[in-house]
């Protein structure tokens, strides 16, 4: 028997029959994709994108005398330009080397490959026919011969990112997936989340290559990257701290319909009590859901160690771990059905002195107006949740992100809503959904809750992610178009914009400058600290 593991050491003494190996196991290149591998060994070309799954090197034309004497080369993608012929794109092979090859061998030897270029010639089609041409680059459709000029173009990276991360998804019974750029400027993969531990003192991040990072904030303002792994088989959607009360754990969601938890772990020696190193340990998987999981939420600490998660089918589902020193353990306690739509978001209500609360927002287009939000209250004498029917919110637009107020009032909480602009209500609380001072509940029965609307903040309908400060004084968002935007509450439901800036309005400093040039010019990497993933593309 053997027990691989990446969270022991070598000499950790488990059992004569188990032999213990220390390994660190990293993403590769699928197996059967050989001239990929072939390629990477021994490319003559590297490129400078470093992406888990993805090669770094690749065969140019100085390899094809040695290299090319190959008749059956695979096909990683072909382009109709229109004609008789298609530009074929090789496997392990830069863009310098692609062919022209007729449409009837395609017909006749790879006829599903041919049928997808079609199928995506006519998304593209469809797509530039309901966006301005201003707004819209022709890089997929025609595969512009100056892109073709340059095999380090990112235009390559999204190529390479579809064609084999489709692979890894295949292998695990998932969709093939396709990245594209539709700006005239090639932007990097997308990140989808960022998350502050309780603190402010560490970020997670968490990106569409199925990888996550750990960002560590040093005493000089600088964020320095402690880890980086590949921690689900899709898109990862969304990742959130738990308070610093349960440790150092991170959960994760994905498009692979699977949650999994993580906690730090230090690492120590025997003759040294000092930390060396920090290694992020997976707990566990949950993968009782049917569909991708959307999005995930901790509750608040006084509850436990709990977690909300709601999923493509209009699901939301409660896990509780029993026992808060063990992450490793967690029980459904709960399902609701919420929608027959696509759930976007999820939130719990922080307030200690009323019943728990929790909000499910839809960012489903065909949904109706009043059928985008519902909220669920914990009785915990009847041990459910039930749905508050009281409620009645005309949202315009799908919602993508709601919270709750840090900081609520005696007779009603406070959330914000994005659906389009910023919504904020406050939901008032009858007097049978508060807490008493022993922590007894009033007599059981649903409060009859009523909401209204104090704010509009506009955010030209782009709004994308909103937060409260910490004393539930300032929200913030963000928008599709890059801009964050702050508002104020100066009365009670009293708001003003504080602030507004846009992504491209940052201006390093000098000192930025030189501590940029200075990372760049560092041609050392350590291995337990990688470098960023802000390339400079050429």
């Given at each position: 028997m053997v027990l691989i593991r990446h969270d022991i050491d070598a000499n950790y003494d488990l059992n004569k029959r188990i032999k213990v190996m220390s390994r660190k196991f990293q993403s590769t290149i699928p197996a059967f994709c050989t001239e990929a591998i072939r390629a990477?060994?021994?490319?003559?070309?590297s490129v400078k994108y470093d992406w888990p799954g993805i090669p770094t090197r690749k065969f140019g034309r100085k390899d094809l005398k040695e290299f090319g004497?190959?008749?059956d080369w695979p096909v990683q993608?072909?382009?109709?330009?229109g004609g008789p012929e298609l530009i074929v794109y090789y496997e392990g092979w830069t863009c310098k080397t692609m062919s022209w090859q007729s449409k009837e061998s395609f017909e006749s030897t790879a006829n599903e490959m041919l049928r997808?270029?079609?199928i995506r010639k006519r998304f593209m089609n469809a797509l530039k026919a309901s966006i301005p041409a201003d707004e819209m680059n022709d890089f997929v459709e025609h595969c512009p011969y100056e892109k073709m000029k340059n095999p380090?173009?990112?235009?390559?990276?999204?190529e390479d990112m579809t064609y084999f991360h489709s692979i890894l998804?295949?292998?695990?019974?998932?969709?093939?997936?396709?990245?594209?750029?539709?700006?005239?400027?090639?932007v990097r993969p997308p990140y989808y989340a960022v998350a502050f531990d309780p603190h402010g003192r560490r970020m997670?991040?968490?990106a569409s290559d199925m990888t996550m990072a750990i960002w560590d904030r040093m005493p000089n303002g600088q964020w320095r990257r402690s880890a980086h792994w590949k921690c689900h088989g899709g898109a990862v959607w969304r990742v959130i701290w738990a308070h610093a009360e349960f440790g150092q754990i991170v959960a994760t969601c994905s498009y692979d319909r699977t949650i999994v938890v993580w906690e730090e772990q230090i690492v120590r020696s025997d003759k040294d009590l000092k930390p060396k190193e920090s290694q992020w340990i997976r707990r566990t998987i949950i993968?009782?859901?049917?569909t991708d999981v959307t999005d995930i939420c901790f509750s608040p600490r006084h509850l436990g160690l709990m977690m909300a998660s709601c999923n493509a089918l209009g699901a939301v589902r409660i896990y509780e771990a029993p026992d808060i020193v063990d992450a490793s353990r967690w029980n459904l306690i709960h399902e609701l059905q919420a929608f027959h739509t696509r759930c976007g978001c999820v939130a719990w209500s922080l307030s200690r002195m009323h019943r728990p609360l929790i909000a499910v927002g839809s960012d489903e287009k065909k949904a109706e107006g009043t059928e985008r939000l519902v909220i669920y209250e914990n009785v915990d004498g009847l041990r459910k949740w039930q749905r508050i029917h009281t409620f009645k919110f005309d949202l315009p637009c799908p919602v993508t992100d709601l919270k709750f107020s840090p900081i609520a009032m005696v007779d009603c909480h406070q959330i914000a809503i994005a659906a389009g602009d910023i919504h904020v209500y406050n939901l008032k609380v009858a007097r049978h959904a508060i807490l008493e001072e022993d922590g007894a509940e009033n007599p059981i029965q649903l409060a009859d809750y009523q909401n209204v609307k104090v704010a509009l903040l506009g955010d030209q309908r782009k709004a994308w992610r909103i937060r409260y400060n910490l004393m539930g004084s300032v929200i913030s968002s963000t928008s599709h178009d890059g801009t964050l935007r702050s508002w104020k509450s100066l009365f009670v439901n009293q708001w003003v914009k504080l602030s507004e800036m846009n992504v491209d309005d940052y201006v390093p400093s000098p000192d930025d400058v030189r501590a940029i040039i200075a990372s760049k010019s560092h041609k050392s990497r350590s291995e337990n600290h990688p470098t960023q993933l802000d390339r400079v593309y050429s």
């Open positions: 990477q060994r021994y490319g003559g070309l004497n190959k008749t993608a072909i382009y109709d330009i997808d270029s079609q380090r173009n990112l235009f390559w990276l999204y998804n295949k292998e695990v019974g998932s969709a093939p997936i396709y990245y594209m750029s539709c700006s005239k400027s090639k997670a991040s968490c993968g009782d859901h049917r």
